[in-house]
């Protein structure tokens, strides 16, 4: 009798026990962090950058502006937005990988990213096959959105910026012959030099105008050999589309090779490290880009302004950062328009949007997903990025 009740007290607990580890708890974790809402009270967009590796720099400005949005905007719907940000240590496997996660694990609505056409070009089947719209930031390479229903992006292209560039050189500085110095394993700027070039070329009349093509690999520090063959060409500019720490190093060991020739570049360049590293070697080097504080667009760049230096006293945005406000800003636009967080739903609303106003100018998209907007011109003055002028889109 007593081993009959003891079984029976051990089975009472053992039940007692099993139910109370399955409710759920309704005190906060510790930290004093506050306890996770409900799943249908956030509606959860994600961000896939380069937190980590060569390009984490410009990641980490471009996440400085999706936060400053979402914190300007904190809400959709009547609900939460949750950032759910990852880095894709700027590496073309991990942002696949990254997307993944956020697609299937996440479960997000919309994506953010990537800098880095490389990046943004990994994780392309990945959003076209989960049907979830990406809005890229920075990534200007064609091939980003090309065929992707689901990839849409708030910057130019690079066919325009080449365009820009070569212009630039021919119009402004009077340059008849050019050199390209390429980093060859970033598809952004093997993209932009071949823009460049075919431009170049047209204006000049002159198929053998390109004097030199130079390659180099992302990482790589030393360019005393491709500088010195550049140097006997004698060009009247070099073109040198490429990462901001690669292209301040090559700029500064040309300077100290004695090469005088004026260089020109993209819009990678716009990063503090560019001058950090180059210091006065880059003193000069003409690049372009797609925002400038001297010359705020719309209201949105205002509102964005003010609210970025009130954020970061005594720092001023760089353009990705306001084109990463931007692309927050239109998923939470799409959202509202769509009126659910349904991932299909807010593809079909960005791809009706029409004269978005955002910080860093008015966005129209082509038929391709691309944002029609100008181009802004910058040059490395007394240290410092500085406006020189406003290139409209080729009508």
Do not use: H
């Amino acid at each position: 009798m007593k081993k009959a009740l003891s079984l029976a007290l051990v089975v009472v607990l053992v039940l007692s026990l099993g139910l109370t580890g399955c409710a759920p708890k309704a005190e906060a974790p510790q930290g004093g962090e506050p306890a996770a809402q409900p799943a249908s009270d956030v509606i959860k967009i994600g961000v896939f950058e380069p937190m980590t590796g060569a390009n984490a720099a410009g990641g980490e400005l471009e996440v400085e502006g999706i936060k400053l949005a979402n914190k300007l905007y904190p809400e959709v719907l009547g609900k939460k937005v949750e950032l759910v940000i990852v880095d894709n240590k700027s590496d073309k496997v991990e942002a696949a990988t990254a997307a993944a996660r956020l697609v299937e694990k996440d479960k997000v609505s919309a994506i953010i990213g990537s800098w880095g056409s490389s990046l943004s070009m990994a994780a392309g089947n990945i959003v076209k096959d989960a049907k979830v719209p990406a809005v890229g930031t920075s990534c200007t390479n064609p091939l980003v959105t090309q065929g992707n229903p689901f990839y849409f992006r708030v910057c130019f292209i690079d066919p325009f910026q080449g365009t820009v560039m070569s212009n630039y050189a021919f119009n402004k500085l009077g340059a008849k012959k050019a050199a390209i110095i390429q980093e060859v394993s970033n598809d952004y700027a093997v993209g932009l030099a071949k823009f460049f070039t075919d431009n170049f070329k047209k204006l000049t009349g002159d198929e053998n105008c390109i004097v030199a093509v130079a390659n180099y690999n992302t990482g790589d520090q030393d360019f005393t050999a491709q500088l010195t063959n550049i140097k006997a060409q004698n060009p009247d500019v070099i073109f040198a589309p490429g990462n901001f720490t690669e292209s301040a190093l090559l700029i500064k060991q040309a300077r100290q090779l004695g090469i005088k020739t004026p260089f020109i570049g993209g819009d990678t360049w716009e990063t503090p490290e560019f001058i950090e590293i180059g210091q006065d070697a880059v003193e000069g080097s003409v690049f372009s880009t797609f925002f400038a504080t001297e010359k705020p667009i719309t209201t949105e760049s205002t509102k964005f302004l003010d609210a970025y230096r009130a954020e970061f006293p005594g720092k001023e945005p760089a353009a990705v950062t306001a084109l990463a406000y931007d692309a927050y800003l239109i998923i939470i636009k799409a959202i509202e328009a769509a009126g659910t967080a349904d991932s299909v739903k807010i593809q079909e609303a960005l791809l009706a949007t029409k004269d978005f106003q955002g910080a860093a100018g008015v966005v129209n998209f082509d038929e391709n997903r691309n944002a029609v907007k100008s181009a802004v011109l910058k040059t490395v003055k007394e240290g410092k990025f500085t406006f020189m002028d406003v290139v409209e889109p080729i009508k």
